[in-house]
């Protein structure tokens, strides 16, 4: 499962995958892990932060709880 957001990323993000679903208590938590490449230039931290900035924001918007 793709969240939508993702799409928006741009060439970075090579791959997603969920990795946990976890039930307790009527809620629902979901685990993703997101690798970034570049094959034209070295990552910075700032870099990737901002495009993690931007998943964060997109997903509270939408209602759910980031951690």
Same mark, same amino acid.
Do not use: C, N, W
């Given at each position: +499962?793709?969240?939508? $957001?993702?799409? /928006?990323?741009? /060439? @970075?993000?090579?791959? @997603?995958?969920?990795? /946990?679903?976890?039930?307790?208590? #009527?809620?629902?938590?979901? &685990? ?6 570049? +094959? /034209?230039? *070295? @990552? *910075?931290?700032?870099? %990737? #932060?901002? %495009?993690?900035?931007?998943? *964060? &924001?997109?997903?509270?918007?939408? #209602?759910?709880? $980031?951690?």
């Amino acid at each position: +499962m793709k969240p939508r $957001v993702v799409k /928006d990323l741009g /060439d @970075l993000l090579v791959r @997603l995958d969920q990795f /946990d679903h976890f039930e307790k208590e #009527g809620k629902i938590s979901y &685990a993703f892990r997101l690798i970034f490449q570049s +094959m /034209d230039r *070295t @990552l *910075t931290d700032e870099k %990737v #932060g901002s %495009v993690m900035e931007k998943v *964060t &924001a997109a997903r509270s918007a939408a #209602g759910y709880e $980031v951690r």
